[in-house]
């Protein structure tokens, strides 16, 4: 049933509750809060657009995981998400967005756009790129819950569930045609700076987040 | 040798044999404070037909007289009384007036009894010593007449633009009958400024009021000194302090014949200006980072430069908000003299996270104030007046980031626990529960939105019930629940998230918020006195002037808890848990309908009607210890009677008679009538007599719960607790004859005869106190 739809028959069965002598609540009822969660994430299709391998000169923590672990070298997505109830933001527990086994961390919202961008933690190889194979990796939201909670244990049986579930990682061939040259910055702070580039590009209508971001930085 | 004064009146004094001093007392009392113009009734017991004696003196001793202890130093300042021969009952009782000179305030006067049992001092017989200490406040005289018994509510905030009248009960006062006064509302002065200078200058439009006193009730002795003229304009702060003086003599002073109403420091009244309306001060913000989640929102004085010290306020977003969209908060509070900084909250993560940069980002604001803004806060910031304000996720952080301190898990850099004078959360979740988010001894606050679509208090899901925190506060705590309200309703960005009838909106919900949140924050960083008024005064009594009150959909309910230091806590519910023991240890007797006590904790995911104890109650999830009782009563008179216990039957030293109750949502005599609930209070004391008023009297009473649906099946959201409090001098009007210094028992009273029909109540927190 499409949206109009809804609205149609909502409309008959308030005439008819009126018909029926029920009293009206003096103001119209509204919901805009978060909708409801479907029962998986599994169905989502979350797909990569962008992305921009990174290093940093000072190391970072990823805050998104128990372990908050610390790292010098990552992945800047721009994922576009079919589902936009599992990212319009709430204050209760969210779906949790893994790449493979790994909790990313998001920067924005994107529940209007449909575009998130988030920021995978990753390891460097010995000549110092970002090595990390997204083709590998199935993209997908797991069970509602806080990601600073998520500790290894409870990484993995999220991603066994996405395999059972049958998410699949994106083809090499389609990555390679989205990701950007690497990058070299100073910190993790100059990482968000470029993460409101490609809000702006991408979720444009989050101004307030962007401004933020490109808040001037104070001299250290 | 025997003192020569005593000597002398022991010379004057008849011969009598045997006789003995049993006890001196003032209002029944060993040791009292007494505000200036207020009647002490003395007491000498002892032999009948003997001469009795008081003697005075600025010093407790004791003295070795006469091969005994007395308890009075006998100093050169000694003052002995004939009070004549003890009558024949053996009860010599005399007034003394508290004279209303300034220069004896704080000072603490001693005395002893005596009656002749000889010729000589040696010979008498002597009581102990009693004491009575000139008390900061004088008489109350200020506030509001009322529909009902007590007649008249004496309060120190009125809104600008609001009359202000003057009781004067004469079963208080009794020389005031048959007299003519003038009734002056002057500038305030300390007791050394009224020292220096007791001319009387009234500021009221009209100038003094004359009044005639007569016998018979406060009603008759009510007059309005001002019909709103007053000014309430304070600049930056919140009340202009103006002293009520009754002048008998009519002689244009304050002297030992007049009543005042604010002899000391505090004023007797204050006007408080619109708290809704931008402060006076022009603001700067600005926007800046210290790197990741270091981005800041600033707001202070520009003329910040020409000021003190500040007192902050640090602002912490919740999850998927921005640290942006507190503007309103910002500027009016800036506009107030406070710096407020609002800042970027790592809350994606988790309240953990949150809590941490609500800990950096202090740090981080209090460390760098050489080079943010160029400096120009550097030395204006007071540490010491910190409030933390947060938001849903940002709501727990701020309580989470207390308990981390205090649990010595996290050192600040800048500045220490004590300095957060208050921590006040805007729709808080509760993920992490009471081992982790407790905000121990914190002055804690909540505001909750009855229409939030998030942390929507739904017994579905604990972390969506934004009261827990609260009833986790160990000290003081407060409350402001408002319905319609969203849950976005709280910042200044888009989206109410709301979900219910008769939704506020922004607009009107920001009115409310900024007019509560600047007395919220000014009581408690500040100490500001009238402030107080604004967050125990039901809505209906006293609320904001520009709060939107023509709105029928703007509904406000409060709690207000002072710290357990100067209580005494009658039932709590917390200990003997059975419905006959109070928690103070006192018998409780009842004749309502299924009374029981538990934990405050709906037992299920739902809110319908389904005879759960605690159905509808919100306050506590698993291992929380927050309880209270409920019970019910239908068109017949019933009531709960509680004893006090010996600890608390002197509850003269309090001001005021506290608890909180609640309507139970959804049950068929909640819906039968949709409006505020009102019961009576009766106290009585040792002697049977009693004294009784309906919670109603001060207007408003125990609000019904908010009409959502959802959640179950039927209509009506949490059970929603407000504050009721009654100064316990209330009960003494019109000459009540009720002895609060030997209180027996009070007894709550529901039914026809005492207020509303029929309801089914929660309730909890029944106490005296002093804050």
Redo the contacts between chains.
Sequence with gaps: MNLSMKNVVVAVLALGLLAGGVTAVSSLLVTDGPPPLPDTGMDAVVTVVHARPFVTNEPFTHWWDADRASYDAGLLLVLEVSDLTLIHPRQTAEPVLFVGDQTVERINTGHESGYLVALLPAERNVQGSVDLDLSTLPIYFDLPALPETIDGPTAQAALARAVAAGVTAQPAGDLAAVTAEQVSFVDVGDVHAHAADLIEQWSPQEVDLISGLRAPRLPR | MTHPILRSVALASGLCSSAFAADLTIDGQQNVNKAPGTTMNWSLTGTPNVTGYLLLDVDPGPTQLFGQSLELGFTPALTLINLGLVPGNGSLDFAIITPSDPSLLGLTFYGLGAVADGPTAAQFSYTAGVSVTIGERGVELAGNPLGAYPNFEFVRAFNEGSAVSVGVDPSRHPAVVGVTADVYVVASKTASEWQADPSLVDLTGDGAEVATFVAGSITANTFTVDTGTLSGDAGVGLGVGYDVVVDLNRDGLLDAADLIDGFGDESGLYVVSDTTAPGPLAVTEA??????FL???LFYPTDIANMGRLPLVVISH????????YDHLGFHLASYGFVVMSH?N?T??????ASTTTLTNTDFFLG?LA??EGGALLGHIEVEQMTWLGH??GGEGVARAYDRIFDGDWVPKHYALEDIQLVTSM?P?D?LGPAQTDPHDANYHVWVAGA?????GCAS?D??QPLHIHDRAEEKRAAISLHGV???DFHN?S?????????VGKPDTHLVQLGYALPLIKHHALGNIPAQDFLWRQWESFHPIGAPDTN??VVVDLQYRGGSVDAFVIDDFQTNNQITVSSSGGTVTSTVLGLGEGVLNDPDSNFTDNGALMNGMTYARSNDTTRGAVFQYNNVDLEIAYEIVAAGQDASGFDSLTMRACQVTRDGLTNLALEDLTFSVELADGSGTTSTINVGSYGGGVEEPY?R?GCGIGTGWNNEFETLRMRLSDFEADGSGIDLTDLATVTLKFGPSSGSPQGRLGIDDLAFTND
Excluded: M
Excluded at chain 2, 318 to 325: A, I, R, S
Excluded at chain 2, 452 to 456: I, L, P, S
Excluded at chain 2, 495 to 503: D, F, N, Q, T
């Design positions: 926007l800046y980072s210290g790197g990741t981005g800041q929102n919740g999850n998927g908000h921005n640290y942006q969209w970027q790592n994606g993560p988790g309240i953990e996270t760098r080079t943010i849903s996720r729709a979740t993920f939030d679509a998030d942390v929507n899901s972390i969506a969203g849950h976005g960005s989206g109410s998230v709301a979900s219910g009838p008769c939704l029928p959909c009409q649906t």
